[in-house]
């Protein structure tokens, strides 16, 4: 039998309690290249966690698909930065979101910048997190109770974008 997606969750963000640093950092100082960073770092113990005998199953046999993100779910963006410490979306979202209103740090999966300076070359760096079925509710509430800023959905930031990633990160929407 394989593993349930919540169980290899877990173990994920039990391995990811060594990106606390990192994440704090690119909250003050963001930048697409930390931004890179940390995402490569997460994808790296993401194949360690599915390459766990846990990852396949009691008896070992199967493959790593049970890590593999389902096929459906929302994308939302965290803007760091601009999050007020305040923790309403963590209440909202019933834990959902953290205090500082950042996504679980195993649902981050892609970062992206915009230009927020026709004079410079200033950027805003988002990072993008899927959020899967079961907790699309959660999520929308913890969202909707974020007056900061840094909760939008992709559509919300970038309907274009969104159509172009969804495909590639999500799968179609469900109808």
């Known amino acids: 039998m394989l593993a349930s997606s919540s169980d290899c969750i877990a173990r994920l963000e039990r391995r990811l309690s060594d990106f606390e640093g990192p994440l704090d950092e690119f909250e003050s100082d963001a930048s697409l290249v930390t931004a ?50 305040t923790g309403e979306a963590a209440v909202a ?28 070359e200033k950027f805003e760096i988002a990072i993008i997190a899927w959020i899967p079925n079961e907790d699309l509710e959660r999520a929308a509430a913890g969202r909707r109770a974020c007056t900061s800023g840094a909760l939008a959905t992709l559509s919300e930031t970038s309907q274009a974008l969104e159509r172009q990633l969804r495909p590639i990160l999500v799968g179609s929407p469900q109808t």
């Open 93 to 120: 979202s019933r834990g959902f979101f953290d205090m500082l209103d950042r996504p679980p740090v195993g649902f981050c999966v892609e970062a992206v910048a915009r230009h927020i300076n026709a004079t410079r």
């Open 36 to 85: 890179f960073d940390l995402l490569h770092g997460l994808e790296r113990a993401r194949v360690e966690v599915s390459d766990e005998p846990a990852a396949r199953g009691a008896a070992g046999e199967g493959s790593n698909r049970s890590l593999r993100l389902p096929p459906f779910g929302e994308l939302i963006c965290y803007w760091p930065g601009c999050s007020l410490s």
